[in-house]
């Protein structure tokens, strides 16, 4: 079967599978007010909402890759997913981000609600930040839940409960480290700092998702370290990817803007290695540029040629993914499923 199929495939039965798990809390009669229940369909509607869904997926298919065969791997593979999506709600209130995936980011959404429905009774100014901050932690706590409520074996589940939490401790020291860089003058910042940094933030729920599939197919032990190496390449290829787009991304594909990055400063590393030019250092990260000169810093990335560094450091992380990758023995459909996985990561435009 083709890349293409199984994501589609795969992706509407993580879909189905998140739906079924939140509409059990909404319909089950254990949330005690009519808002709770709001609250928990915004945050279901705020999960299926776009998203590519690569973490569950790669949960999924390693499992069945390495020989897993029950269907309980999708309500497991929703708690990367949860986790995931908790940590885009945070960032987007760090970084001040009112849009996500073309729609309002969930604090944003909360604001405006809050204005529809409660501004007539109350001055509370920070109403959306405080329903942001307290969605992602109940996405947190629901994605422990996901894990627990299958029906797998509890050894297997206290495993995957410790990858769990140890990718959301590794994600939040990643997002901690970029805070403080991003305080830092541009080239202060160094690239082994920077894949330090993704390697936390985005390679380890990466990493995380592979390593709970083989939990659950009984395949840790064998391939614990292949299987590492494979997720935290692979999570860095995309990061670098992910953040050329939001420099030179096309909005109406990405969904969000492509000059917030110029304006806020950053620390990417095609941004790191354009700090060279000392034009690049004196416009990067000045939140009142003109639209020439976010071209200007376009243009002097490329001239450069940090943007085309950035592309080969990805596309070497890629090729190191794709070593480990061969050294794991998956069944055909999984192996050239993550083949063309690594091949997407390079190619991506949204």
Known sequence: MAFKEILKE?????????????????????LNHDFIVQF?????????F???????????????????????????AISVELLHNASLVHDDIIDHDVMRRGQPSFHAFYTDWFEKNLRKYSEQADFGLAMGILGGDLLVELGQEAILNSRFNNNEKLKAVAYYFKAYRELIEGVAGESYMQNLPLEKVTETEYLTMIGEKTGALFQKSLLIGAVFAD?????KTNITEFGTFLGQAFQIRDDILGTFGDPKETGKSAEGD????????????????????ELYGKRNLAAEEIQTVRRLLKETGALE???AKATKLAEKASESLRKIKLNDTAMNFFQDLIKFVQERLV
């Open 10 to 30: 795969e992706v509407v039965k993580i879909d189905t599978a998140i739906k079924e798990f939140f509409d059990a809390y909404v319909t089950s009669g254990m």
């Open 40 to 48: 928990y369909s915004d945050l279901k509607n705020y999960l299926l």
């Open 50 to 76: 776009g998203g590519k869904r690569l973490r569950p997926l790669s949960c999924v298919v390693l499992y069945k890759g390495l020989g897993g065969k029950s269907d309980d791997i999708y309500k497991v």
């Open 219 to 223: 395949k840790t032990e064998k391939y």
């Open 262 to 281: 110029i304006r806020e400063g950053k620390k990417t590393l095609v941004a790191i290695y354009g700090s060279e030019n000392s034009q690049i250092r």
């Open 309 to 311: 560094r950035a592309k």
